[in-house]
């Protein structure tokens, strides 16, 4: 069964460094996005990409964020300098022409501790 | 008020129960209501989708959808162990792929053996 992949399925870094979180989306799937869940809190919304640009981004996803799709399989999400309040599960998800978000599949997460 | 809410349990069942999971909400352009299955440490699983109002089922899960009320359910009929995650109710105001999809903090539940 087709399934997105994350990598890495965890990663430490120290505040103030950057980091970039690495997906593979299901092949057929255009549409893509990242969210996050802080331990304990519920699934934020922080992007969606479509066509080579974002379609919509949240509050949260703000000048240290950046997304990018350099090839035909990879979907990344870069933090520029982390910060401690950026210690989270992060989550990748995608979904195919014309189920849009309402069937979004998700991977299992990259947990990302900033020290 | 929350533009989500639910119920954070933990919620425990007895196996065979049946099992009613809710949420409401304040965002009257919401039209998408998703379920989603959480194990622990996993990513989000969907379980099935519903728009408007109304009730979809499929196996033993059924969602419902009052509008009016801005009230959603989740049934979940002979509840079995593995059924024991978090679900999280999730919304949408359209299915278009730049709509984000807001989600609840998830209901813990626990199904006894």
């Known amino acids: 069964e087709p399934e997105v992949t994350q990598t890495p399925s965890h990663q430490v870094t120290q505040m103030g460094q950057e980091v970039i979180l690495r997906c593979v989306p299901i092949?057929?799937?255009?549409?893509f996005y990242w969210y996050r869940q802080i331990l304990g809190q519920k699934v934020e919304f922080l992007v969606s990409?479509?066509?080579?640009?974002?379609?919509?981004k949240s509050e949260i996803f703000d000048d240290q964020f950046s997304v990018e799709r350099p090839d035909g399989s990879n979907f990344t999400l870069k933090i520029r300098s982390t910060k401690l309040e950026d210690s989270a599960m992060y989550f990748c998800?995608?979904?195919?022409?014309?189920?849009?978000?309402?069937?979004?599949?998700f991977g299992q997460g990259t947990r990302l501790t900033v020290v | 008020q929350k533009e989500v809410e639910q119920d954070p349990g933990p919620l425990s069942v007895p196996e065979g129960a049946i099992v009613s999971l809710n949420c409401t909400y304040s965002?009257?352009?919401?039209?998408?209501f998703m379920w989603y299955r959480q194990y622990s440490r996993k990513g989000p699983e969907l379980l099935m989708y519903?728009?408007?109002?109304g009730n979809k089922e499929d196996g033993r899960f059924t969602a419902q959808v009052d509008k009016s009320s801005k009230y959603i359910s989740l049934f979940i009929r002979d509840s079995q162990p593995s059924d024991s995650a978090t679900y999280l109710c999730?919304?949408?105001?359209?299915?278009?792929?730049?709509?984000?999809?807001?989600f609840g903090t998830g209901t813990k539940l626990q199904v006894i053996p």
């Open positions: 519903t728009y408007s109002s």
């Open positions: 999730a919304m949408s105001g359209d299915s278009g792929g730049y709509q984000k999809v807001t």
């Open positions: 092949s057929n799937h255009l549409y």
């Open positions: 998800a995608s979904s195919e022409p014309g189920q849009a978000n309402t069937e979004a599949f």
């Open positions: 965002n009257s352009a919401f039209q998408y």
């Open positions: 990409f479509y066509n080579n640009e974002i379609s919509e």
